[in-house]
């Protein structure tokens, strides 16, 4: 599978004036070197910055221009570096992640607005979850693998992968709802055109690796390869092979 060249993206930061008023800076500043600026979307950001798509050539650069220019506009190409905090009190609202984080581990120096919580998952139930977050790579590169104060509670950290696998072909990169393939690959021997559920077979078989496991096996090869491709599209703060 040939890897996605990433999507570009700027961010547009937003000031007093709020975010229509950004908008409308933003679309009268890329009108003035640009007839008709080609934007695909745009989306608010939790921490209320603006993220902009250019569609094509000559919008993307007017863009570039912007940030070069001065203005409140940065290039956003590679996606952000996510990470899993184990055991976070349940108790601690999603916008006071960042500032807890910030306050409470002084030493790592992270700044609040490099921390964009996502997520939870982890138990339903107690009074703890697990909270998954998008950093800054210089901020992924001081928290992996080291232990935080959060609340009223030491969490560990690890780096969060969001590669996903299949379960009608079993392939990693793509779920469910957009598999090209008509028939069904079985999760347990592999073979095509019945699901693990209907599996009258006694052999286990990955239909990746072709190790003799099921395909959601952890040490699986092809997993490891796929991870590998999302992260080199990922800026983790280092160069990753
Ligand atoms: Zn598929
Ligand atoms: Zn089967
Ligand atoms: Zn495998």
């Known amino acids: 599978m040939k890897a996605k060249a990433p999507v570009k993206a700027f961010v547009v930061k937003v000031g007093e004036g709020g975010v229509e008023e950004a908008r409308k800076s933003l679309w009268s500043d890329l009108l003035k070197g640009l007839p008709a600026p080609k934007i695909a979307n745009t989306v608010t950001l939790p921490r209320g910055d603006i993220l902009v798509k250019p569609v094509d050539e000559g919008t993307f650069r007017a863009l570039k221009r912007m940030e070069d220019e001065g203005k409140a506009v940065r290039e956003e190409s590679a996606r952000r570096p996510m990470i899993l905090m184990y055991d976070v009190g349940r108790d601690i609202e999603k916008d006071r992640l960042g500032k807890l984080l910030a ?102 078989r990955c239909a990746n690796c072709r190790k003799a496991a099921p395909s959601a096996h952890a040490e699986c090869a092809a997993k490891l390869r796929a991870t590998l491709n999302a992260a080199r599209r990922t800026d983790f703060g280092r160069t990753s092979k």
Request: aromatic share 8%.
């Open 103 to 204: 306050e409470q581990n002084p030493d790592l120096g992270i700044g609040e607005e490099t921390v964009v919580p996502l997520f939870m998952k982890g138990p339903k139930t107690g009074d703890s979850v697990w909270w998954v977050c998008a950093v800054a790579p210089d901020a992924y590169q001081k928290v992996v693998g080291k232990r935080v104060y959060l609340g009223m509670s030491c969490c560990r950290v690890e780096e969060f992968s969001d590669v996903v696998r299949c379960f009608k072909c079993q392939r990693f990169g793509h779920r469910t709802t957009k598999c090209p393939a008509s028939s069904d690959t079985c999760g347990k021997c592999a073979e095509v055109g019945h699901q693990a559920k209907d599996c009258k077979s006694n052999a286990s």
